[in-house]
Protein backbone atom coordinates (compact mmCIF):
# COMPACT_ATOMS: atom_id res chain seq x y z
CA UNK A 1 0.00 0.00 0.00
CA UNK A 2 1.31 3.50 -0.85
CA UNK A 3 1.65 5.79 2.29
CA UNK A 4 2.36 9.45 1.37
CA UNK A 5 3.55 11.76 5.01
CA UNK A 6 3.63 15.32 4.23
CA UNK A 7 5.98 17.42 6.74
CA UNK A 8 7.07 21.00 7.51
CA UNK A 9 4.14 22.87 7.80
CA UNK A 10 4.27 25.82 10.70
CA UNK A 11 3.29 29.07 11.71
CA UNK A 12 5.28 31.59 9.77
CA UNK A 13 4.98 35.43 9.39
CA UNK A 14 4.30 36.64 5.97
CA UNK A 15 6.87 37.42 3.56
CA UNK A 16 8.42 34.26 4.99
CA UNK A 17 9.39 30.55 3.59
CA UNK A 18 8.76 27.36 3.80
CA UNK A 19 9.93 24.20 2.43
CA UNK A 20 7.03 20.90 2.85
CA UNK A 21 8.06 17.62 2.06
CA UNK A 22 5.96 14.53 1.44
CA UNK A 23 7.84 11.01 1.72
CA UNK A 24 6.50 8.19 -0.11
CA UNK A 25 6.58 4.41 0.64
CA UNK A 26 4.97 1.40 -0.74
CA UNK A 27 5.05 2.18 -4.32
CA UNK A 28 7.03 3.16 -7.26
CA UNK A 29 7.19 6.67 -6.45
CA UNK A 30 9.89 7.08 -9.57
CA UNK A 31 6.76 6.22 -12.14
CA UNK A 32 4.23 8.23 -10.21
CA UNK A 33 2.87 12.07 -11.30
CA UNK A 34 2.85 13.91 -8.14
CA UNK A 35 0.79 16.81 -6.97
CA UNK A 36 -0.01 19.56 -3.99
CA UNK A 37 -2.74 20.95 -3.61
CA UNK A 38 -4.57 22.81 -0.76
CA UNK A 39 -7.76 23.90 1.42
CA UNK A 40 -8.61 26.54 3.27
CA UNK A 41 -11.20 26.54 5.82
CA UNK A 42 -14.70 26.67 4.15
CA UNK A 43 -13.14 26.25 0.97
CA UNK A 44 -12.80 23.72 -1.42
CA UNK A 45 -9.62 21.85 -1.88
CA UNK A 46 -7.34 23.28 -4.97
CA UNK A 47 -4.32 22.41 -6.94
CA UNK A 48 -1.56 23.94 -6.14
CA UNK A 49 1.84 22.31 -8.10
CA UNK A 50 2.10 19.84 -9.87
CA UNK A 51 5.38 17.58 -11.16
CA UNK A 52 5.88 14.90 -13.82
CA UNK A 53 7.53 11.48 -13.26
CA UNK A 54 10.90 12.46 -14.33
CA UNK A 55 10.37 16.31 -12.85
CA UNK A 56 11.20 17.67 -16.55
CA UNK A 57 7.64 19.10 -16.64
CA UNK A 58 5.87 21.42 -13.42
CA UNK A 59 2.36 23.12 -13.31
CA UNK A 60 2.06 26.20 -11.10
CA UNK A 61 -1.33 27.77 -10.23
CA UNK A 62 -1.77 31.29 -10.92
CA UNK A 63 -1.70 32.58 -7.23
CA UNK A 64 1.58 30.93 -6.48
CA UNK A 65 3.29 31.53 -9.51
CA UNK A 66 6.61 32.84 -9.17
CA UNK A 67 6.78 32.03 -5.38
CA UNK A 68 6.65 28.28 -5.43
CA UNK A 69 8.75 25.55 -6.57
CA UNK A 70 7.67 21.87 -6.78
CA UNK A 71 10.65 19.75 -6.86
CA UNK A 72 11.33 15.88 -6.71
CA UNK A 73 14.13 13.74 -5.41
CA UNK A 74 13.13 10.33 -7.22
CA UNK A 75 16.32 8.81 -5.04
CA UNK A 76 14.62 9.69 -1.89
CA UNK A 77 11.03 9.07 -2.94
CA UNK A 78 10.26 12.51 -1.84
CA UNK A 79 8.72 15.51 -3.36
CA UNK A 80 9.29 19.44 -2.25
CA UNK A 81 7.39 22.61 -1.85
CA UNK A 82 9.02 25.46 -1.55
CA UNK A 83 6.98 28.24 -0.65
CA UNK A 84 8.71 31.68 -0.72
CA UNK A 85 6.93 35.18 0.11
CA UNK A 86 4.15 33.44 1.72
CA UNK A 87 0.69 35.31 2.25
CA UNK A 88 -1.61 35.26 4.65
CA UNK A 89 -3.89 33.50 1.77
CA UNK A 90 -1.47 30.75 1.60
CA UNK A 91 -2.65 29.48 4.90
CA UNK A 92 -4.49 26.03 4.31
CA UNK A 93 -3.62 22.29 5.06
CA UNK A 94 -1.46 21.31 1.71
CA UNK A 95 -1.54 17.78 0.95
CA UNK A 96 0.61 15.78 -1.40
CA UNK A 97 -1.42 13.42 -4.20
CA UNK A 98 0.52 10.54 -5.99
CA UNK A 99 -1.17 9.86 -9.74
CA UNK A 100 0.20 6.40 -10.87
CA UNK A 101 2.18 5.16 -14.12
CA UNK A 102 4.71 7.23 -16.11
CA UNK A 103 2.61 9.84 -17.42
CA UNK A 104 3.97 13.09 -19.06
CA UNK A 105 0.29 14.80 -18.57
CA UNK A 106 0.03 17.90 -15.86
CA UNK A 107 -2.81 16.09 -14.04
CA UNK A 108 -5.03 19.39 -12.36
CA UNK A 109 -8.08 17.42 -11.07
CA UNK A 110 -7.76 15.94 -7.73
CA UNK A 111 -9.96 12.72 -9.08
CA UNK A 112 -6.85 11.96 -11.15
CA UNK A 113 -4.84 10.90 -8.04
CA UNK A 114 -4.85 7.67 -6.43
CA UNK A 115 -3.04 8.32 -3.34
CA UNK A 116 -2.84 10.89 -0.67
CA UNK A 117 -1.25 12.30 2.40
CA UNK A 118 -2.98 13.23 5.56
CA UNK A 119 -1.73 16.77 5.08
CA UNK A 120 0.52 19.37 6.69
CA UNK A 121 -1.08 23.31 8.09
CA UNK A 122 0.57 25.86 6.93
CA UNK A 123 -0.10 29.38 8.65
CA UNK A 124 0.72 33.04 7.47
CA UNK A 125 0.10 35.11 9.89
CA UNK A 126 0.92 39.28 9.39
Known amino acids: QVQLVESGGRNVQAGGSLRLSCAASGGTFSSYTMGWFRQAPGKDRELVAVIIWSGGSTYYDDSVKGRFTISRDNAKNTVYLQMNSLKREDTAAYYC???????????????????WGQGTQVTVSS
Open 97 to 115: AARRGYSDSLWRSETEYHY
